[in-house]
Nanobody
Framework: HVQLVESGGGSVQAGGSLRLSCAAS??????MSWFRQVPGKEREGIAT???????RYAGSVQGRFTISRDNVKNTLYLQMDSLVPEDTAVYYC???????????????????WGQGTQVTVS
């Protein structure tokens, strides 16, 4: 079955950086995205990239986070800079076999999910 495996989470001080990776067991032709979730809140779509490498971001991370993908390695990345405590969450990668579309941030539209990796900013 298809697997997405995140790595790179951890603890960092405010202003620091982390780079998350998501290794996929197959090539996703279309949409791959990053979500995050804190306890008691809905999962938030924060960044997406399609096969043409067009990226879109939530306003909360625009200008600080960069999403990228390596289609040879079947790996999705999230470079996170200028981290703030409000970025503390479990981060998930997700993928679907259709274009990202205007509702790329809607978690219900994704079929494939990783297990999540914790990011803590203090």
């Amino acid at each position: 079955h298809v697997q997405l495996v995140e790595s790179g989470g951890g603890s960092v001080q405010a202003g620091g950086s982390l780079r998350l990776s998501c290794a996929a067991s197959k090539y996703f032709k279309y949409c791959m995205s990053w979500f995050r979730q804190v306890p008691g809140k809905e999962r938030e779509g924060i960044a997406t990239i399609d096969t043409g490498e067009t990226a879109r971001y939530a306003g909360s991370v625009q200008g600080r986070f960069t999403i990228s993908r390596d289609n040879v390695k079947n790996t999705l990345y999230l470079q996170m800079d200028s981290l703030v405590p409000e970025d503390t969450a479990v981060y998930y990668c997700a993928a679907k076999d259709i274009w990202c579309g205007a509702l790329w941030y809607s978690s219900e539209l994704y079929s494939y999910w990783g297990q999540g990796t914790q990011v803590t900013v203090s």
